[in-house]
Protein backbone atom coordinates (compact mmCIF):
# COMPACT_ATOMS: atom_id res chain seq x y z
CA UNK A 1 0.00 0.00 0.00
CA UNK A 2 2.98 1.99 0.52
CA UNK A 3 4.77 1.35 -2.36
CA UNK A 4 1.21 2.35 -4.35
CA UNK A 5 1.15 5.69 -2.40
CA UNK A 6 5.08 6.52 -2.96
CA UNK A 7 4.69 6.00 -6.87
CA UNK A 8 1.82 7.86 -7.09
CA UNK A 9 3.44 11.24 -5.74
CA UNK A 10 3.80 14.29 -7.75
CA UNK A 11 6.95 15.75 -8.88
CA UNK A 12 5.92 19.38 -7.61
CA UNK A 13 3.83 20.47 -5.02
CA UNK A 14 0.72 19.25 -4.03
CA UNK A 15 -1.84 22.12 -5.95
CA UNK A 16 -4.29 22.64 -2.98
CA UNK A 17 -6.25 25.77 -2.43
CA UNK A 18 -3.06 26.56 0.42
CA UNK A 19 -0.33 25.08 -1.05
CA UNK A 20 0.84 28.76 -1.76
CA UNK A 21 3.19 29.78 1.38
CA UNK A 22 5.66 31.81 2.44
CA UNK A 23 8.83 31.35 4.62
CA UNK A 24 10.67 33.40 6.79
CA UNK A 25 13.49 31.45 8.97
CA UNK A 26 12.10 28.60 10.68
CA UNK A 27 8.77 29.89 10.37
CA UNK A 28 5.96 29.13 7.61
CA UNK A 29 3.32 30.94 7.21
CA UNK A 30 0.38 31.54 5.74
CA UNK A 31 -0.52 34.29 2.56
CA UNK A 32 -4.04 35.27 3.32
CA UNK A 33 -4.24 37.12 0.16
CA UNK A 34 -3.83 33.81 -1.81
CA UNK A 35 -5.32 31.33 0.50
CA UNK A 36 -8.01 30.54 2.84
CA UNK A 37 -7.79 33.51 5.53
CA UNK A 38 -5.28 32.55 8.24
CA UNK A 39 -8.11 33.93 11.04
CA UNK A 40 -10.76 30.61 9.54
CA UNK A 41 -7.89 28.33 9.81
CA UNK A 42 -7.11 28.91 13.21
CA UNK A 43 -10.72 28.89 14.10
CA UNK A 44 -10.88 25.44 12.30
CA UNK A 45 -7.95 24.36 14.51
CA UNK A 46 -8.92 25.46 17.66
CA UNK A 47 -12.38 23.52 16.46
CA UNK A 48 -9.35 20.66 16.64
CA UNK A 49 -7.82 21.22 19.52
CA UNK A 50 -11.57 21.21 21.49
CA UNK A 51 -12.38 17.96 19.65
CA UNK A 52 -15.24 19.78 17.61
CA UNK A 53 -17.03 18.16 14.61
CA UNK A 54 -13.42 15.94 14.22
CA UNK A 55 -14.45 12.93 12.28
CA UNK A 56 -11.84 10.90 12.39
CA UNK A 57 -8.37 10.16 14.63
CA UNK A 58 -4.72 9.51 13.77
CA UNK A 59 -2.97 7.57 16.53
CA UNK A 60 0.89 6.46 17.25
CA UNK A 61 1.12 2.85 18.48
CA UNK A 62 4.78 3.70 19.63
CA UNK A 63 3.69 5.65 22.95
CA UNK A 64 -0.30 5.36 22.20
CA UNK A 65 -0.97 8.90 21.53
CA UNK A 66 -4.11 9.72 19.48
CA UNK A 67 -4.56 13.05 17.43
CA UNK A 68 -8.61 13.82 16.76
CA UNK A 69 -8.51 15.68 13.54
CA UNK A 70 -10.60 16.50 10.69
CA UNK A 71 -10.12 14.47 7.57
CA UNK A 72 -10.59 17.44 4.38
CA UNK A 73 -7.84 19.03 6.52
CA UNK A 74 -4.99 16.46 6.06
CA UNK A 75 -6.24 15.55 2.90
CA UNK A 76 -5.72 18.93 1.62
CA UNK A 77 -2.30 18.72 1.78
CA UNK A 78 -0.76 15.35 2.35
CA UNK A 79 -1.38 12.76 -0.68
CA UNK A 80 -1.16 10.30 1.53
CA UNK A 81 -4.08 10.74 3.87
CA UNK A 82 -5.82 11.76 1.25
CA UNK A 83 -5.50 8.38 -0.44
CA UNK A 84 -6.26 6.32 2.61
CA UNK A 85 -9.31 8.53 3.39
CA UNK A 86 -10.85 7.83 0.01
CA UNK A 87 -9.72 4.20 -0.65
CA UNK A 88 -9.74 2.55 2.64
CA UNK A 89 -12.41 0.58 4.53
CA UNK A 90 -14.63 3.23 6.26
CA UNK A 91 -13.50 1.21 9.57
CA UNK A 92 -10.02 2.52 8.71
CA UNK A 93 -10.99 5.97 7.37
CA UNK A 94 -11.46 6.97 10.89
CA UNK A 95 -8.50 5.64 12.80
CA UNK A 96 -5.47 5.36 11.06
CA UNK A 97 -2.47 3.69 12.87
CA UNK A 98 1.12 5.24 11.39
CA UNK A 99 3.93 3.86 13.50
CA UNK A 100 7.44 5.34 13.77
CA UNK A 101 6.69 8.93 13.87
CA UNK A 102 7.49 10.80 17.58
CA UNK A 103 4.44 12.48 19.05
CA UNK A 104 6.02 15.97 18.50
CA UNK A 105 7.10 15.33 15.09
CA UNK A 106 3.07 14.18 14.30
CA UNK A 107 1.96 17.57 16.32
CA UNK A 108 3.81 19.66 13.87
CA UNK A 109 2.89 18.07 10.94
CA UNK A 110 -0.79 18.26 11.71
CA UNK A 111 -0.04 21.91 13.06
CA UNK A 112 1.40 22.91 9.63
CA UNK A 113 -1.96 20.84 7.85
CA UNK A 114 -4.60 23.64 9.49
CA UNK A 115 -2.18 26.40 9.81
CA UNK A 116 0.48 26.32 6.99
CA UNK A 117 3.15 26.75 9.76
CA UNK A 118 5.10 24.81 12.15
CA UNK A 119 8.02 25.66 14.59
CA UNK A 120 11.05 24.23 12.57
CA UNK A 121 14.61 23.68 14.73
CA UNK A 122 17.72 22.69 14.34
CA UNK A 123 16.82 19.52 16.42
CA UNK A 124 13.78 18.97 14.69
CA UNK A 125 13.85 20.04 11.12
CA UNK A 126 15.08 16.36 9.59
CA UNK A 127 12.51 14.24 11.36
CA UNK A 128 10.07 16.69 10.56
CA UNK A 129 11.18 16.27 6.84
CA UNK A 130 11.25 12.65 6.97
CA UNK A 131 7.57 12.40 8.27
CA UNK A 132 6.72 15.07 5.71
CA UNK A 133 8.39 12.85 3.25
CA UNK A 134 6.79 9.58 4.24
CA UNK A 135 3.33 11.50 4.69
CA UNK A 136 3.58 12.71 1.04
CA UNK A 137 3.32 16.65 1.81
CA UNK A 138 5.21 18.20 -0.90
CA UNK A 139 4.75 21.20 0.51
CA UNK A 140 6.03 20.76 3.79
CA UNK A 141 8.66 19.50 1.96
CA UNK A 142 9.82 22.27 0.02
CA UNK A 143 9.57 24.61 3.56
CA UNK A 144 11.79 21.64 5.63
CA UNK A 145 14.17 22.14 2.94
CA UNK A 146 14.42 25.90 2.58
CA UNK A 147 14.92 25.93 6.45
CA UNK A 148 17.34 23.20 6.21
CA UNK A 149 19.37 25.51 3.65
CA UNK A 150 18.91 28.44 5.72
CA UNK A 151 21.16 26.52 8.14
CA UNK A 152 23.75 25.45 6.17
CA UNK A 153 27.21 26.16 7.40
CA UNK A 154 30.38 24.51 7.60
CA UNK A 155 30.04 22.48 10.57
CA UNK A 156 27.27 20.71 9.08
CA UNK A 157 27.35 20.83 5.25
CA UNK A 158 28.37 17.21 4.95
CA UNK A 159 25.45 15.94 7.22
CA UNK A 160 22.79 17.78 4.70
CA UNK A 161 24.42 16.16 1.54
CA UNK A 162 24.33 12.97 3.45
CA UNK A 163 20.66 13.62 4.43
CA UNK A 164 19.63 14.75 0.80
CA UNK A 165 20.90 11.84 -0.94
CA UNK A 166 19.85 9.39 1.36
CA UNK A 167 15.84 10.90 1.63
CA UNK A 168 16.70 10.88 -2.56
CA UNK A 169 16.48 15.29 -2.22
CA UNK A 170 18.42 16.56 -5.17
CA UNK A 171 18.27 19.96 -4.13
CA UNK A 172 19.58 18.98 -0.68
CA UNK A 173 22.05 16.77 -1.79
CA UNK A 174 23.33 19.36 -4.51
CA UNK A 175 22.92 22.28 -2.61
CA UNK A 176 25.26 21.10 0.26
CA UNK A 177 27.54 19.37 -1.84
CA UNK A 178 28.03 23.00 -4.10
CA UNK A 179 28.67 24.84 -0.21
CA UNK A 180 31.33 21.82 0.28
CA UNK A 181 33.25 22.25 -2.98
CA UNK A 182 33.02 26.25 -2.74
CA UNK A 183 34.40 26.18 1.18
CA UNK A 184 36.71 23.32 0.71
CA UNK A 185 39.99 25.17 1.80
CA UNK A 186 37.96 26.42 5.28
CA UNK A 187 36.82 22.55 5.51
CA UNK A 188 39.70 21.25 4.38
CA UNK A 189 41.48 22.58 7.29
CA UNK A 190 39.96 21.50 10.24
CA UNK A 191 42.33 18.65 11.92
CA UNK A 192 39.69 17.42 14.60
CA UNK A 193 37.92 14.13 14.62
CA UNK A 194 34.73 15.84 14.29
CA UNK A 195 35.77 17.15 10.74
CA UNK A 196 32.38 15.31 8.92
CA UNK A 197 34.54 15.99 5.59
CA UNK A 198 37.01 12.98 6.80
CA UNK A 199 34.47 10.49 7.88
CA UNK A 200 33.15 10.34 4.11
CA UNK A 201 34.46 7.19 2.26
CA UNK A 202 36.58 7.32 -0.20
CA UNK A 203 34.20 7.50 -3.50
CA UNK A 204 32.90 10.65 -1.58
CA UNK A 205 36.16 12.17 -1.60
CA UNK A 206 37.30 11.09 -5.09
CA UNK A 207 34.28 12.88 -6.53
CA UNK A 208 34.97 15.99 -4.56
CA UNK A 209 38.24 16.00 -5.12
CA UNK A 210 37.87 15.71 -9.05
CA UNK A 211 35.24 18.08 -9.35
CA UNK A 212 36.26 20.74 -11.30
CA UNK A 213 34.62 23.32 -9.27
CA UNK A 214 36.48 22.24 -6.24
CA UNK A 215 37.59 25.83 -4.67
CA UNK A 216 40.87 25.45 -4.50
CA UNK A 217 43.54 28.90 -5.39
CA UNK A 218 46.53 26.10 -5.00
CA UNK A 219 46.41 22.63 -6.27
CA UNK A 220 48.37 21.65 -2.87
CA UNK A 221 45.34 22.33 -0.76
CA UNK A 222 43.79 19.13 -2.30
CA UNK A 223 46.72 17.18 -1.95
CA UNK A 224 47.32 18.11 1.91
CA UNK A 225 43.50 17.19 2.26
CA UNK A 226 44.51 13.40 1.14
CA UNK A 227 47.04 13.01 3.25
CA UNK A 228 44.98 13.99 6.34
CA UNK A 229 42.16 11.88 4.80
CA UNK A 230 44.06 9.35 4.98
CA UNK A 231 46.15 9.65 8.08
CA UNK A 232 42.32 10.04 9.83
CA UNK A 233 42.53 6.22 9.64
CA UNK A 234 45.93 4.64 7.66
CA UNK A 235 45.53 1.47 8.34
CA UNK A 236 42.14 1.27 6.45
CA UNK A 237 42.95 4.58 4.25
CA UNK A 238 46.52 3.83 2.92
CA UNK A 239 45.28 1.59 0.36
CA UNK A 240 43.72 4.01 -1.88
CA UNK A 241 46.49 6.43 -2.62
CA UNK A 242 46.21 5.82 -6.34
CA UNK A 243 42.53 6.36 -6.56
CA UNK A 244 42.98 9.86 -4.53
CA UNK A 245 46.31 10.63 -6.93
CA UNK A 246 44.09 10.13 -10.22
CA UNK A 247 42.00 12.99 -8.33
CA UNK A 248 44.98 15.77 -7.63
CA UNK A 249 46.18 18.20 -10.69
CA UNK A 250 49.24 17.55 -10.25
CA UNK A 251 50.84 19.56 -13.05
CA UNK A 252 49.58 22.70 -10.90
CA UNK A 253 52.13 21.90 -8.41
CA UNK A 254 55.83 23.24 -8.64
CA UNK A 255 58.10 21.07 -9.24
CA UNK A 256 60.35 21.17 -6.25
CA UNK A 257 56.99 21.08 -3.85
CA UNK A 258 56.04 17.66 -5.74
CA UNK A 259 59.39 16.36 -5.72
CA UNK A 260 59.45 17.07 -1.52
CA UNK A 261 55.96 16.56 -0.41
CA UNK A 262 54.24 13.66 -3.54
CA UNK A 263 57.13 11.93 -4.71
CA UNK A 264 59.03 11.17 -1.24
CA UNK A 265 55.47 10.63 1.06
CA UNK A 266 55.57 7.62 2.46
CA UNK A 267 51.96 6.29 0.86
CA UNK A 268 53.18 6.94 -2.30
CA UNK A 269 56.45 5.17 -1.95
CA UNK A 270 54.66 2.23 -0.32
CA UNK A 271 52.26 1.51 -3.25
CA UNK A 272 53.99 0.22 -6.66
CA UNK A 273 50.77 1.51 -8.81
CA UNK A 274 51.85 4.63 -8.07
CA UNK A 275 54.78 5.11 -10.20
CA UNK A 276 53.26 5.62 -13.51
CA UNK A 277 51.21 8.61 -12.01
CA UNK A 278 54.77 10.15 -10.67
CA UNK A 279 56.09 9.39 -13.83
CA UNK A 280 53.52 11.12 -16.21
CA UNK A 281 53.48 14.12 -13.36
CA UNK A 282 57.38 14.61 -13.52
CA UNK A 283 57.45 14.39 -17.29
CA UNK A 284 54.90 17.37 -17.23
CA UNK A 285 56.52 19.27 -15.09
CA UNK A 286 60.20 19.17 -17.02
CA UNK A 287 58.42 20.10 -20.11
CA UNK A 288 57.08 22.35 -18.55
CA UNK A 289 60.32 24.50 -17.60
CA UNK A 290 61.72 23.48 -21.14
CA UNK A 291 58.74 25.23 -22.57
CA UNK A 292 59.14 28.27 -20.65
CA UNK A 293 62.77 28.48 -22.17
CA UNK A 294 62.12 28.27 -25.32
CA UNK A 295 63.30 25.10 -25.43
CA UNK A 296 59.94 23.75 -26.67
CA UNK A 297 57.72 25.72 -29.23
CA UNK A 298 54.63 24.32 -27.65
CA UNK A 299 52.20 22.01 -25.88
CA UNK A 300 48.94 20.79 -25.16
CA UNK A 301 47.65 21.19 -21.90
CA UNK A 302 46.82 17.64 -19.82
CA UNK A 303 44.05 16.76 -17.50
CA UNK A 304 46.40 17.19 -14.92
CA UNK A 305 47.39 20.89 -15.33
CA UNK A 306 44.28 21.79 -16.24
CA UNK A 307 42.57 24.42 -14.19
CA UNK A 308 39.95 24.02 -11.88
CA UNK A 309 36.82 26.04 -12.28
CA UNK A 310 36.58 29.81 -10.49
CA UNK A 311 33.13 30.34 -8.20
CA UNK A 312 33.72 33.89 -8.77
CA UNK A 313 34.07 36.20 -11.85
CA UNK A 314 35.33 39.42 -12.10
CA UNK A 315 33.60 41.97 -14.12
CA UNK A 316 34.94 44.93 -16.20
CA UNK A 317 32.96 47.21 -17.99
CA UNK A 318 33.90 49.78 -20.20
CA UNK A 319 35.85 53.16 -19.07
CA UNK A 320 38.28 55.42 -20.94
CA UNK A 321 40.78 54.27 -22.98
CA UNK A 322 42.27 54.62 -27.00
CA UNK A 323 41.25 58.85 -25.88
CA UNK A 324 37.72 57.77 -25.76
CA UNK A 325 34.82 56.18 -23.46
CA UNK A 326 34.55 52.40 -24.14
CA UNK A 327 31.86 49.47 -24.03
CA UNK A 328 34.38 46.45 -24.05
CA UNK A 329 33.30 43.95 -21.44
CA UNK A 330 35.97 41.72 -19.94
CA UNK A 331 35.69 38.84 -17.29
CA UNK A 332 38.64 37.44 -15.14
CA UNK A 333 39.28 34.00 -14.44
CA UNK A 334 40.93 33.70 -11.18
CA UNK A 335 41.96 30.32 -11.73
CA UNK A 336 43.55 30.08 -15.27
CA UNK A 337 44.31 33.97 -14.69
CA UNK A 338 43.15 34.78 -18.13
CA UNK A 339 40.73 37.58 -19.41
CA UNK A 340 38.10 36.73 -21.71
CA UNK A 341 36.29 38.88 -24.09
CA UNK A 342 32.39 38.78 -23.92
CA UNK A 343 31.08 40.24 -26.56
CA UNK A 344 27.12 41.32 -24.85
CA UNK A 345 28.36 44.79 -25.35
CA UNK A 346 25.59 47.32 -24.18
CA UNK A 347 23.79 48.60 -27.61
CA UNK A 348 22.81 52.15 -25.66
CA UNK A 349 26.58 52.87 -25.71
CA UNK A 350 29.96 53.28 -23.81
CA UNK A 351 29.86 54.91 -20.43
CA UNK A 352 33.14 55.53 -18.41
CA UNK A 353 33.51 57.22 -14.69
CA UNK A 354 30.12 55.19 -13.41
CA UNK A 355 29.56 53.42 -10.45
CA UNK A 356 28.40 49.43 -10.20
CA UNK A 357 27.60 47.04 -8.18
CA UNK A 358 25.47 44.09 -8.38
CA UNK A 359 22.03 42.48 -7.06
CA UNK A 360 21.46 38.89 -7.88
CA UNK A 361 21.73 37.72 -11.56
CA UNK A 362 22.59 41.90 -12.50
CA UNK A 363 25.39 44.21 -13.09
CA UNK A 364 24.23 47.58 -12.60
CA UNK A 365 25.66 50.76 -13.99
CA UNK A 366 24.93 54.15 -12.92
CA UNK A 367 25.57 57.40 -13.95
CA UNK A 368 28.79 58.51 -15.64
CA UNK A 369 30.37 59.89 -18.54
CA UNK A 370 30.88 59.09 -22.30
CA UNK A 371 33.07 62.34 -23.31
CA UNK A 372 30.34 64.42 -23.98
CA UNK A 373 27.53 64.07 -21.56
CA UNK A 374 27.56 63.71 -17.90
CA UNK A 375 24.67 60.84 -17.24
CA UNK A 376 21.81 60.15 -14.53
CA UNK A 377 20.83 57.48 -16.35
CA UNK A 378 21.65 53.57 -15.31
CA UNK A 379 21.74 50.66 -17.10
CA UNK A 380 21.32 47.07 -15.96
CA UNK A 381 22.64 43.48 -17.40
CA UNK A 382 21.41 40.49 -16.90
CA UNK A 383 24.46 38.06 -16.51
CA UNK A 384 22.13 34.69 -17.61
CA UNK A 385 19.84 36.02 -20.28
CA UNK A 386 22.80 38.53 -21.61
CA UNK A 387 20.52 41.44 -22.16
CA UNK A 388 20.24 44.89 -21.29
CA UNK A 389 17.53 47.28 -19.95
CA UNK A 390 17.39 50.74 -18.95
CA UNK A 391 16.29 51.34 -15.49
CA UNK A 392 14.58 54.55 -13.36
CA UNK A 393 17.28 57.52 -14.17
CA UNK A 394 18.47 59.30 -10.43
CA UNK A 395 17.41 62.10 -9.68
CA UNK A 396 20.77 63.40 -10.62
CA UNK A 397 23.65 63.68 -12.92
CA UNK A 398 26.41 61.58 -11.51
CA UNK A 399 29.65 61.13 -12.87
CA UNK A 400 32.37 59.90 -10.66
CA UNK A 401 29.95 58.56 -8.24
CA UNK A 402 30.57 55.97 -5.83
CA UNK A 403 28.01 52.74 -5.90
CA UNK A 404 27.55 50.07 -3.95
CA UNK A 405 24.87 47.03 -3.37
CA UNK A 406 23.64 46.66 0.50
CA UNK A 407 21.02 44.43 1.52
CA UNK A 408 19.57 44.13 -2.46
CA UNK A 409 19.18 48.17 -2.48
CA UNK A 410 21.89 50.27 -4.55
CA UNK A 411 23.38 53.49 -3.23
CA UNK A 412 25.26 56.16 -5.22
CA UNK A 413 27.14 59.01 -3.53
CA UNK A 414 28.38 62.28 -4.43
CA UNK A 415 29.28 62.39 -7.97
CA UNK A 416 30.01 65.89 -10.67
CA UNK A 417 26.81 66.84 -12.48
CA UNK A 418 29.09 68.60 -15.06
CA UNK A 419 29.57 72.27 -12.68
CA UNK A 420 28.50 70.83 -9.23
CA UNK A 421 29.79 68.32 -6.78
CA UNK A 422 27.60 66.35 -4.92
CA UNK A 423 27.13 64.99 -1.28
CA UNK A 424 23.75 64.06 -1.57
CA UNK A 425 23.15 60.35 -1.40
CA UNK A 426 20.09 58.25 -3.60
CA UNK A 427 19.07 54.64 -2.69
CA UNK A 428 17.62 52.64 -5.56
CA UNK A 429 15.34 49.76 -4.87
CA UNK A 430 14.95 46.97 -7.77
CA UNK A 431 11.43 45.92 -6.57
CA UNK A 432 9.88 49.59 -7.35
CA UNK A 433 12.61 50.49 -9.91
CA UNK A 434 12.57 53.79 -7.69
CA UNK A 435 15.24 56.32 -6.54
CA UNK A 436 14.68 57.92 -3.20
CA UNK A 437 16.92 60.44 -1.50
CA UNK A 438 18.96 59.80 2.19
CA UNK A 439 20.64 61.57 4.39
CA UNK A 440 23.68 63.26 2.69
CA UNK A 441 27.28 62.89 3.50
CA UNK A 442 29.12 65.08 5.37
CA UNK A 443 31.37 66.40 2.38
CA UNK A 444 31.14 67.29 -1.26
CA UNK A 445 32.53 64.69 -3.00
CA UNK A 446 33.55 62.78 -6.69
CA UNK A 447 36.04 60.75 -7.59
CA UNK A 448 35.89 58.55 -4.24
CA UNK A 449 35.34 55.11 -3.48
CA UNK A 450 33.05 53.17 -1.20
CA UNK A 451 32.13 49.34 0.44
CA UNK A 452 30.31 47.76 2.42
CA UNK A 453 31.15 46.02 5.20
CA UNK A 454 29.26 44.78 8.66
CA UNK A 455 25.98 46.03 7.24
CA UNK A 456 27.38 49.73 7.08
CA UNK A 457 28.46 51.05 3.98
CA UNK A 458 32.60 52.97 4.25
CA UNK A 459 33.25 56.28 1.80
CA UNK A 460 36.56 57.95 1.50
CA UNK A 461 38.24 60.69 -0.34
CA UNK A 462 37.42 62.02 -3.50
CA UNK A 463 37.40 65.65 -4.69
CA UNK A 464 35.13 68.80 -3.90
CA UNK A 465 36.22 70.99 -6.40
CA UNK A 466 39.26 72.63 -4.71
CA UNK A 467 41.38 69.78 -2.48
CA UNK A 468 41.77 66.13 -2.69
CA UNK A 469 40.63 64.77 0.08
CA UNK A 470 42.19 62.82 2.85
CA UNK A 471 38.22 63.02 5.06
CA UNK A 472 36.62 59.33 5.10
CA UNK A 473 32.71 58.90 6.33
CA UNK A 474 30.43 55.71 7.33
CA UNK A 475 26.87 55.16 6.84
CA UNK A 476 24.23 53.52 9.17
CA UNK A 477 21.69 52.42 7.16
CA UNK A 478 19.15 51.57 10.03
CA UNK A 479 19.89 55.33 11.16
CA UNK A 480 19.83 57.23 7.83
CA UNK A 481 22.83 58.83 9.15
CA UNK A 482 26.64 59.30 8.48
CA UNK A 483 29.92 59.31 10.66
CA UNK A 484 33.03 60.79 10.31
CA UNK A 485 36.25 58.51 10.60
CA UNK A 486 40.04 59.64 11.55
CA UNK A 487 41.69 60.69 8.52
CA UNK A 488 43.05 59.12 5.89
CA UNK A 489 47.36 59.03 5.98
CA UNK A 490 47.06 60.58 2.40
CA UNK A 491 44.96 62.11 0.02
CA UNK A 492 43.18 60.34 -2.29
CA UNK A 493 41.31 61.40 -5.55
CA UNK A 494 40.37 59.14 -8.02
CA UNK A 495 40.83 56.27 -5.31
CA UNK A 496 39.90 52.80 -4.97
CA UNK A 497 38.16 50.99 -2.03
CA UNK A 498 37.40 47.33 -0.83
CA UNK A 499 36.55 45.51 2.37
CA UNK A 500 38.80 42.22 2.77
CA UNK A 501 39.24 40.33 5.84
CA UNK A 502 37.13 42.48 8.50
CA UNK A 503 39.26 46.18 6.97
CA UNK A 504 38.52 48.62 4.99
CA UNK A 505 41.67 49.09 2.48
CA UNK A 506 41.93 52.37 0.15
CA UNK A 507 44.29 52.02 -2.96
CA UNK A 508 46.13 54.24 -4.94
CA UNK A 509 44.38 57.41 -6.45
CA UNK A 510 45.78 61.05 -6.96
CA UNK A 511 47.15 63.75 -4.16
CA UNK A 512 46.95 66.44 -6.32
CA UNK A 513 50.39 66.26 -7.59
CA UNK A 514 50.87 62.93 -8.60
CA UNK A 515 49.10 59.72 -8.85
CA UNK A 516 50.11 56.93 -6.19
CA UNK A 517 50.91 53.20 -5.58
CA UNK A 518 50.38 53.62 -1.84
CA UNK A 519 47.83 51.78 0.29
CA UNK A 520 46.43 52.42 3.77
CA UNK A 521 43.82 49.86 5.89
CA UNK A 522 41.28 51.07 8.52
CA UNK A 523 40.96 48.83 11.26
CA UNK A 524 37.43 48.92 12.40
CA UNK A 525 38.42 47.99 16.58
CA UNK A 526 41.29 50.49 16.97
CA UNK A 527 39.90 53.16 14.50
CA UNK A 528 43.32 53.53 12.81
CA UNK A 529 44.43 54.28 9.41
CA UNK A 530 47.94 51.98 8.81
CA UNK A 531 50.04 51.59 5.85
CA UNK A 532 49.63 48.47 3.65
CA UNK A 533 52.78 47.40 1.14
CA UNK A 534 52.97 49.73 -1.81
CA UNK A 535 51.80 48.63 -5.25
CA UNK A 536 54.08 48.37 -8.49
CA UNK A 537 52.23 51.01 -10.03
CA UNK A 538 50.95 54.09 -9.66
CA UNK A 539 47.29 53.86 -10.75
CA UNK A 540 44.07 56.19 -9.99
CA UNK A 541 40.57 55.51 -11.73
CA UNK A 542 41.04 51.92 -11.37
CA UNK A 543 39.02 48.51 -10.60
CA UNK A 544 39.89 46.97 -7.56
CA UNK A 545 38.08 43.96 -6.11
CA UNK A 546 38.34 40.84 -3.65
CA UNK A 547 38.42 37.39 -4.94
CA UNK A 548 40.43 34.42 -2.84
CA UNK A 549 41.06 36.71 -0.14
CA UNK A 550 43.01 39.11 -1.96
CA UNK A 551 42.62 42.38 -3.68
CA UNK A 552 43.34 42.60 -7.29
CA UNK A 553 43.96 46.12 -9.06
CA UNK A 554 43.60 46.33 -12.30
CA UNK A 555 44.18 49.30 -15.08
CA UNK A 556 43.97 53.13 -14.31
CA UNK A 557 45.79 55.87 -15.22
CA UNK A 558 49.44 56.87 -14.22
CA UNK A 559 49.39 60.56 -15.20
CA UNK A 560 50.69 59.46 -18.67
CA UNK A 561 48.64 56.89 -20.57
CA UNK A 562 45.83 54.73 -19.16
CA UNK A 563 47.30 51.59 -18.24
CA UNK A 564 46.55 47.54 -18.46
CA UNK A 565 48.99 46.15 -15.28
CA UNK A 566 46.78 43.94 -13.31
CA UNK A 567 48.51 43.02 -9.96
CA UNK A 568 47.44 41.34 -6.37
CA UNK A 569 47.66 41.70 -2.71
CA UNK A 570 47.63 39.01 -0.21
CA UNK A 571 47.33 39.98 3.25
CA UNK A 572 49.10 37.42 5.08
CA UNK A 573 51.89 38.36 3.60
CA UNK A 574 51.64 42.18 2.94
CA UNK A 575 52.92 41.34 -1.13
CA UNK A 576 51.38 42.79 -4.49
CA UNK A 577 52.02 39.95 -6.79
CA UNK A 578 51.89 40.44 -11.07
CA UNK A 579 48.80 38.55 -13.09
CA UNK A 580 47.98 38.92 -16.22
CA UNK A 581 47.36 42.08 -17.75
CA UNK A 582 44.00 43.50 -19.66
CA UNK A 583 43.96 42.86 -23.06
CA UNK A 584 43.44 46.86 -23.34
CA UNK A 585 44.49 49.88 -21.54
CA UNK A 586 41.90 51.36 -19.88
CA UNK A 587 40.47 53.53 -16.85
CA UNK A 588 37.50 55.04 -15.54
CA UNK A 589 36.07 51.46 -14.87
CA UNK A 590 34.54 49.93 -12.28
CA UNK A 591 35.39 45.68 -11.31
CA UNK A 592 32.65 43.67 -9.60
CA UNK A 593 33.61 40.30 -8.35
CA UNK A 594 30.14 38.01 -9.61
CA UNK A 595 29.55 34.80 -7.06
CA UNK A 596 27.23 32.13 -7.57
CA UNK A 597 26.35 32.39 -11.60
CA UNK A 598 24.50 29.39 -12.80
CA UNK A 599 26.50 30.03 -16.28
CA UNK A 600 30.01 30.62 -15.31
CA UNK A 601 31.50 28.60 -17.73
CA UNK A 602 30.23 31.79 -20.33
CA UNK A 603 32.87 33.60 -18.20
CA UNK A 604 35.47 31.78 -18.01
CA UNK A 605 38.79 30.40 -19.88
CA UNK A 606 37.72 28.01 -22.31
CA UNK A 607 40.14 26.60 -24.32
CA UNK A 608 42.01 24.66 -21.84
CA UNK A 609 44.03 22.68 -23.62
CA UNK A 610 46.10 25.41 -25.15
CA UNK A 611 45.99 27.41 -21.90
CA UNK A 612 49.89 26.63 -21.03
CA UNK A 613 51.47 28.01 -25.21
CA UNK A 614 48.96 30.96 -24.48
CA UNK A 615 50.29 31.97 -20.98
CA UNK A 616 53.64 31.50 -22.36
CA UNK A 617 52.82 33.28 -25.38
CA UNK A 618 52.24 36.31 -22.83
CA UNK A 619 55.17 35.97 -20.76
CA UNK A 620 57.42 36.29 -23.40
CA UNK A 621 55.21 39.02 -25.16
CA UNK A 622 55.68 41.03 -21.83
CA UNK A 623 59.48 40.52 -21.81
CA UNK A 624 59.65 41.94 -25.56
CA UNK A 625 57.30 44.71 -24.73
CA UNK A 626 58.28 45.36 -20.78
CA UNK A 627 55.20 44.01 -19.60
CA UNK A 628 52.65 44.69 -22.42
CA UNK A 629 51.95 48.49 -21.90
CA UNK A 630 52.50 50.80 -24.81
CA UNK A 631 52.44 54.49 -24.90
CA UNK A 632 49.07 56.24 -25.00
CA UNK A 633 47.92 60.20 -25.55
CA UNK A 634 46.34 61.11 -22.08
CA UNK A 635 42.67 62.40 -22.88
CA UNK A 636 42.08 65.77 -21.07
CA UNK A 637 39.35 63.22 -19.05
CA UNK A 638 41.53 60.72 -17.68
CA UNK A 639 41.40 61.96 -14.49
CA UNK A 640 39.09 64.44 -13.30
CA UNK A 641 41.94 66.82 -11.95
CA UNK A 642 43.68 67.03 -15.16
Known sequence: MIGELRASRADTSSSTSCSTTEVSSSNVSLQPKRCISYMTMQTIHDMRLSETLCDASIVLPDNGHEFRIHRVILGSCSEYFRILFTTSVPSEKYHLEIPGIPHSVMEQIIQYAYLRECDLTEDTVFDVYAAADFLLMNSLLDHCSLDILDRLRLDNCVTIMLFGRQRASKTLHDSARMFILKNFPQLSQVTTKENELLQLDVDDICRLLADDLLNVREEDTAWEFVLRWIEHDPAKRSKHIYRLMKTVRFGLLNTEYFLDKVKENQYVLANDETKPLVIEALTFLYDLEMISTKAMKEMKTPAIATPRLPHEVLFTVGGWGEGQSQSIIETYDTRADRWIKVCDEDPAGPRAYYGAAYIDRYLYFVGGYDGVEHFNTCRRFDMVLKDWQEIAPMHCKRCYVSVVALDGKLYAMGGYNGSNRH?????????????????????????????????????????????CLNTAEMYDPQ???????????????????AALGGSVYVVGGFNGLIRLNSCERYELATRRWTACKEM???????????????????????????????????????????????????????????????????????????????????????????????????????????
Not at 480 to 497: A, D, F, I, K
Request: one cysteine or more; glycine letters at 8%.
Open 536 to 642: YHQRSNFGLEVIDDMLFAIGGYDGVSAIAYVECYSPDTNEWLEATDLSMMRSAFRAITVSGLPNILDYVHSNKENLINEMNEHRHGNARNGNGVASTTASDVEDELD
Open 479 to 497: TNSWSPLPPMLHRRSGVSC
Open 423 to 467: NSVERYDPRTNQWTLVAPMGSLRSDADACTLNGMIYIAGGFNGHE
